[in-house]
């Protein structure tokens, strides 16, 4: 059983960091993508940045030059760095494990960003 688990979230000030780490027991890192999502109040869930097993990395527009995700497969862990926060950052962040045609989302962890 994969099972996703982030940590890190917390209350920042605007422009400040915080970074989120995902670690996933029961994967296997190197055989999918992985990476974060957020959803924000009365919002859908949108990608904010997602690896592939060859190493590219896709962030959205609104987080280009702000976040960098990184990924450790020997440990199972995923991390997003994320630099100069925005009130818009404001959300609940998820972490996405691919494993083949499975998918699977840890349980969230929020992040607030006071302006």
């Known amino acids: 059983q994969v099972q996703p688990r982030e940590s890190g979230g917390g209350l920042v000030q605007a422009g400040g960091s915080l970074r989120l780490s995902c670690a996933a027991s029961?994967?296997?890192?190197?055989?999918?993508?992985v990476g974060w999502y957020r959803q924000a109040p009365g919002k859908q869930r949108e990608l904010v940045a997602r690896?592939?097993?060859?190493?590219?990395?896709k962030y959205v527009d609104a987080v280009k030059g702000r976040f960098t995700l990184s990924r450790n497969n020997a440990k199972n862990t995923v991390y997003l760095q994320m630099n100069s926060l925005k009130s818009e950052d404001t959300a609940v962040y998820y972490c996405?494990?691919?494993?083949?045609?499975?998918?699977?989302w840890g349980q969230g962890t929020q992040v607030t960003v006071s302006s």
């Open positions: 690896t592939t097993i060859y190493g590219n990395i």
């Open positions: 029961g994967a296997v890192f190197s055989i999918g993508d």
């Open positions: 996405y494990v691919s494993q083949g045609r499975y998918e699977y």
